[in-house]
Nanobody, 118 residues
Framework: QLVESGGGLVQPGGSLRLSCLASGRSLEHLAVAWFRQAPGKEREAVSCISDIGDSTDYADFVMGRFTISRDNSKNTVYLQMNRLKPEDTAVYYC?????????????WGQGTQVTVSS
C-alpha cells in the first residue's frame, strides 16, 4: 500500500513537500512516479525516480520547480514542490512499478490534495 501525505493549501510561489510511504512492501526495487489530476482534466505524469534513484524524469511543466527524491531506508519517496502556481492545483498520486515510463503502474496511493491559491 502506498500512502501520500504533505498536501495542503499554499499561496502562489510557496512550497510543499509530498511524501509517498510504502507500507507492507518495500520500495527498494521499484521505480516510483508522481501523477496529478485536476478537476475535469486527464491524469498526467509529473515525475519519476528509478529504483536506486540514479535516474529521474520530469514533465516540462514542473522542470526546475519540482524535485523527486527517495530514501529507501525509510521506504519513502518525496516530491519537493517549489514556486507553486495555481495551475499546480490537483490531487497528487504516487505509483510504483518496475520501471519509469510504463503505460500504467501496479501500485497506487489514494492521493493527496494540493491547492495553490491566494
Amino acid at each position: 500500500q502506498l500512502v501520500e501525505s504533505g498536501g495542503g493549501l499554499v499561496q502562489p510561489g510557496g512550497s510543499l513537500r509530498l511524501s509517498c510511504l510504502a507500507s507492507g512492501r518495500s520500495l527498494e526495487h521499484l521505480a516510483v512516479a508522481w501523477f496529478r489530476q485536476a478537476p475535469g482534466k486527464e491524469r498526467e505524469a509529473v515525475s519519476c525516480i528509478s529504483d536506486i534513484g540514479d535516474s529521474t524524469d520530469y514533465a516540462d511543466f514542473v522542470m526546475g520547480r519540482f524535485t523527486i527524491s527517495r530514501d529507501n531506508s525509510k521506504n519513502t519517496v518525496y516530491l519537493q514542490m517549489n514556486r507553486l502556481k495555481p495551475e499546480d492545483t490537483a490531487v497528487y498520486y504516487c505509483a510504483a512499478d518496475s520501471f519509469c515510463g510504463l503505460p500504467d503502474y501496479d501500485f497506487w496511493g489514494q492521493g493527496t490534495q494540493v491547492t495553490v491559491s491566494s
